[in-house]
């Protein structure tokens, strides 16, 4: 985000820019907190490894914080399986509508 390239954020009591975070800013950072809270409902604290990992690689990215390959590659991988499950979902409504249009019809 260029338009805030200079804006401090109040990170853990202490005002810093994007370039000055850490992960572990991030981590005890309570405005990510927040945000995972409204991402995974609550309940973040007690998503499996792997989902706990990719929520908070997500967060890392928002805060344009360097991420490595492997973790470019999980995050992609996390994507791809949250669109499949859309695309899923998606079918499931479509059929159960056309279920429902030939009951009605018959």
């Given at each position: 985000?260029?338009?805030?390239?200079?804006?401090?954020?109040?990170?853990?009591?202490?005002?810093?820019?994007?370039?000055?975070?850490?992960?572990?800013?991030?981590?005890?950072?309570?405005?990510c907190r927040d945000k995972l809270?409204?991402?995974?409902?609550h309940n973040y604290d007690h998503?499996?490894?792997?989902?706990?990992?990719?929520?908070?690689?997500?967060?890392?990215?928002?805060?344009?914080?360097?991420?490595?390959?492997?973790?470019?590659?999980?995050?992609?991988?996390?994507?791809?399986?949250?669109?499949?499950?859309?695309?899923?979902?998606?079918?499931?409504?479509?059929?159960?509508?056309?279920?429902?249009?030939?009951?009605?019809?018959?």
């Open positions: 985000m260029l338009g805030d390239i200079d804006r401090k954020w109040n990170v853990n009591g202490k005002l810093m820019t994007r370039q000055e975070m850490t992960r572990e800013d991030i981590e005890n950072w309570e405005y809270d409204y991402m995974y409902g998503l499996p490894e792997d989902e706990y990992r990719q929520a908070m690689l997500s967060v890392y990215q928002m805060h344009e914080l360097p991420l490595n390959q492997e973790e470019k590659e999980i995050l992609k991988q996390a994507k791809a399986e949250q669109m499949r499950r859309y695309e899923a979902s998606k079918q499931w409504e479509k059929e159960r509508e056309r279920r429902k249009r030939a009951q009605k019809y018959a």
